[in-house]
């Protein structure tokens, strides 16, 4: 156990992995099968919290704050889709963990995707929770995209203004989200803005400049892909003004195995509002 003041309500532990600083991660539960979870861009290990708390019952849950997030050291790392991969590999590898499945939400899907292609056999299923790395862009379009996006604006302001941001995946905008919220910019100020800001900057030109999409067709392990309906930030709706349903369908189209669910009345950060379906579906597809 660490004293994390954040709030982790849950067991955690730290590990020093090749390439990186310390990784701090959540761990609970018990069983033949292990989840590991893998966070989005800017968010921590607890973005599963609704998660772990029913599903450590049935399994054993691992929860990752990839390095430079949550309670993970940040420093001058390579920041990247494959690099964040690395770091899930090395961790499975020196947990010495056995029928893995991985679970991402968001960047953490395009990373659980990086990983299961990179060593298929260290996984025997893939979850991905509104997954970044289905839309696909152009190269005029990435740019336009770095340029508008204006990520770092958001934590040059006042606090308010990361409050609303974050509650932006959230097609209703809950109180339960708050504390979550709250630890977030806690953490935010945990290093010094330059170097935060480089990390989500690294991390943005990851999602966009290391796809995925033309190597779905080559995951072989059966994939569980949730998304919400109401999805405010995939599509991005001025750049493709399609439904997030038809994203979803052409990314689940690509892979040999897929389940796809999209989940109505809800937002980006599907396993939080809808966290009793998603633990459902979830059950259900390990069970088969």
């Not at 660490?2 to 532990?13: A, Q, R």
């Not at 993970?72 to 010495?96: C, K, M, T, W």
């Not at 990983?115 to 996984?123: D, M």
């Not at 803005?193 to 480089?198: A, G, N």
């Amino acid at each position: 156990m660490i004293d994390n003041g954040f709030g982790y309500p849950f067991k955690t532990g730290t590990v020093k992995l090749p390439g990186t600083g310390i990784i701090n991660y959540v761990d609970e539960g018990t069983g033949n099968k292990t989840l590991i979870f893998v966070h989005g861009l800017a968010n921590y290990a607890l973005g599963w919290q609704k998660n772990i708390d029913e599903l450590r019952h049935h399994f054993r849950c691992i929860a990752i704050d990839l390095p430079g997030n949550g309670l993970s050291e940040a420093g001058e790392f390579p920041y990247s889709i494959q690099y964040f991969s690395d770091v899930v590999i090395n961790l499975v590898r020196h947990l010495d963990l056995q029928q893995v499945i991985v679970v991402g939400h968001s960047m953490g899907a395009q990373v659980a995707i990086t990983a299961v292609l990179k060593e298929p056999a260290l996984f025997s299923r893939l979850i991905l929770c509104a997954p970044a790395g289905f839309e696909r862009f152009s190269p005029m379009e990435m740019s336009l995209y770095q340029v508008t996006l204006n990520f770092f604006d958001i934590f040059s302001t006042e606090e308010n203004s990361l409050r609303k941001s974050l509650r932006s995946s959230f097609y209703h905008s809950s109180h339960q989200a708050d504390a979550m919220i709250n630890d977030l910019v806690k953490l935010m100020h945990k290093q010094p803005l330059k170097e935060y800001r480089k990390m989500v900057e690294a991390c943005i030109h990851g999602m966009l400049h290391e796809p995925v999409f033309n190597s779905l067709h080559l995951i072989r392990v059966p994939t569980l892909i949730i998304f919400g309906e109401r999805d405010a930030l995939i599509p991005n709706k001025l750049m493709h003004p399609v439904t997030t349903r038809k994203i979803a369908e052409e990314g689940a189209a690509q892979i040999h195995d897929a389940e796809l669910h999209v989940l109505s009345q809800c937002g980006h950060f599907v396993q939080w509002e809808k966290a009793r379906e998603v633990n459902e579906l979830i059950k259900g597809f390990i069970a088969h």
